[in-house]
């Protein structure tokens, strides 16, 4: 039975409804349909030490400055028995403030709400790994409830998010989904409550069919940016230029780090050279007291000789000198040269990318972040009109592109990615608890029941304008100015965005 169109915009209509929507004359049970963790690690993941973006990093690149304090809940599968202890680490290595059990920073509760939990799975560690370490970088102060259900049914999941909101969550974050299915429409009213926004990702296989809960109308759904700095710096740098929608890589950072080697190359040379000249000074001074005292026309003649010999040495240490010092210049003058290339480089891509007066960092959307047309929620009246006829992915985005994710410590789930415990993570899985985590800490979360509020307040985010998620030929791929499927309505500027 092909299921009849659904009229409507809210969530109310999706519930009643959803009797049609499985093709069945009475609503159905709960789905056992499992979703996916949208985590990805970076290949790099297998270098020793905390690399990728620090909290610090992301507290520069969306303007988090003070705020509120609240609590954000993470809903996650199965149990992670080195959690606590984890983060302990994460956080003491960032300087961010402890957070545990015993100070009631961190609480873990299985899908019920009570202190037992499910059994552990290393997969789904790396997951909550991430959720936990993205929201203490994107809010320190914020208090962290991590609600673990039973499995990785949806029913299961949507269990632990109503779990979350009955304890007092300010928002939720669900890094996890999958396409959507008509069996699913039971399982909505776990993702709609009022005053508690429930922050979802939107996947990581770029331009696709829509995912669930992403999709829903309530439900926030975050795509994914590649964040990159474009800080100056001795270290190469990847600046993301635009070009006619898609994306081209230009190291011109690279040339300055190698004009600055040059350069302090130039002035060792030229260091090298001033000593010898004066050991060449020193020694012909010698020879020439040496000379006057000579006693003998023998030894007159010698040192007279040497004399000689000392001056040319000394001449030519001169030379080196002038030499090295017109090397010096021009190294200089290569260096700045290519500096100012490098600002030029910078502000264009910012510009091409629709963030000219952005400083210190550039976003175009990540290739890998998810968007797409729901084949069953209606577009709510909110959002703009697309290729879509019904609801569209996503919302809003932030960092999602692993190769410019977050550091994270997880020594349960990383046996094959680090020895260590560090890995650099990203997918929609760092994108979705970021978001959530800055609603909270702007304070303003319980007025976001929907993704409503960021489309009227569309103008308080970066316009990502470059990048693309597939090859479509449509804003549902290509980010544009204005709406479009990768990266929504943007990336946060601040705080105040929300």
Not at 195 to 207: C, F, H, I, K, Y
Request: charged share 20%; proline share 4%; net charge neutral.
């Amino acid at each position: 039975m092909r299921a009849p169109r659904l009229i409507g915009v809210a969530v109310c209509a999706l519930l009643a409804a959803s009797a049609l929507w499985s093709g069945a004359d009475t609503a159905p049970q709960e789905s056992r349909e499992t979703v996916r963790s949208f985590l990805r690690v970076a290949p790099a993941a297998a270098t020793a030490g905390a690399a990728g973006l620090t909290p610090a990093d992301i507290a520069s690149a969306y303007g988090l400055t003070s705020g509120t304090a609240g609590t954000v809940a993470v809903v996650t599968a199965y149990s992670v028995p080195t959690l606590e202890s984890d983060l302990a680490v994460y956080r003491s290595t960032f300087g961010l403030p402890a957070c545990g059990t015993v100070d009631g920073c961190l609480r873990i509760v299985g899908q019920r709400g009570t202190a037992t939990l499910p059994r552990a799975d290393a997969d789904w560690g790396q997951e909550t790994s991430l959720d936990v370490d993205a929201v203490s970088a994107a809010c320190p102060d914020c208090r962290i409830l991590v609600v673990q259900a039973d499995g990785a049914s949806i029913g299961q999941l949507g269990a632990a998010v109503d779990t979350a909101v009955r304890l007092g969550a300010d928002a939720v974050s669900a890094s996890w989904g999958d396409t959507e299915w008509r069996s699913w429409s039971g399982t909505a009213a776990h993702f709609s409550h009022p005053g508690v926004p429930v922050v979802a990702a939107t996947g990581d296989d770029g331009q696709a069919a829509a995912v669930f809960p992403a999709a829903l109308p309530d439900v926030i759904a975050v795509g994914g940016t590649t964040l990159t700095s474009t800080a100056g710096g001795a270290s190469p740098l990847t600046v993301q230029q635009v070009d006619g929608g898609s994306v081209t890589t230009a190291t011109t950072s690279s040339a300055v780090a190698k004009d600055r080697i040059a350069l302090a190359r130039a002035k060792a040379s030229l260091k090298a050279a001033k000593h010898r000249v004066a050991v060449a000074k020193a020694r012909l001074h010698r020879a020439e007291v040496r000379r006057a005292r000579a006693a003998t026309a023998h030894d007159r003649a010698h040192w007279r000789h040497r004399v000689r010999d000392l001056s040319r040495s000394l001449s030519t240490a001169r030379a080196s000198v002038s030499a090295s010092s017109k090397r010096v210049s021009s190294a200089e003058a290569t260096l700045l040269r290519d500096v100012l290339r490098d600002a030029s480089a910078k502000a264009a891509a910012r510009a091409r990318a629709g963030q000219g007066d952005r400083t210190g960092w550039i976003e175009t959307a990540w290739r890998g972040a998810g968007s797409g047309c729901s084949s069953v929620v209606p577009r709510p009246s909110w959002q703009p009109a697309t290729t879509c006829a019904h609801r569209a992915t996503a919302d809003v985005a932030a960092d999602a592109d692993p190769e410019t994710g977050i550091a994270t410590y997880d020594t349960f789930g990383t046996v094959a990615d680090s020895a260590d415990g560090w890995m650099v993570a990203g997918g929609t899985s760092l994108a979705a608890p970021l978001v959530a985590a800055m609603l909270v800490r702007s304070g303003h979360a319980a007025g976001y029941s929907s993704a409503e509020p960021l489309y009227e307040r569309a103008g308080a985010f970066w316009d990502v304008t470059g990048g693309s998620n597939g090859s479509c030929g449509t804003a549902l791929c290509d980010a544009g100015v204005g709406y479009d499927g990768p990266t929504g309505v943007g990336s946060p500027r601040s705080l105040a965005s929300f």
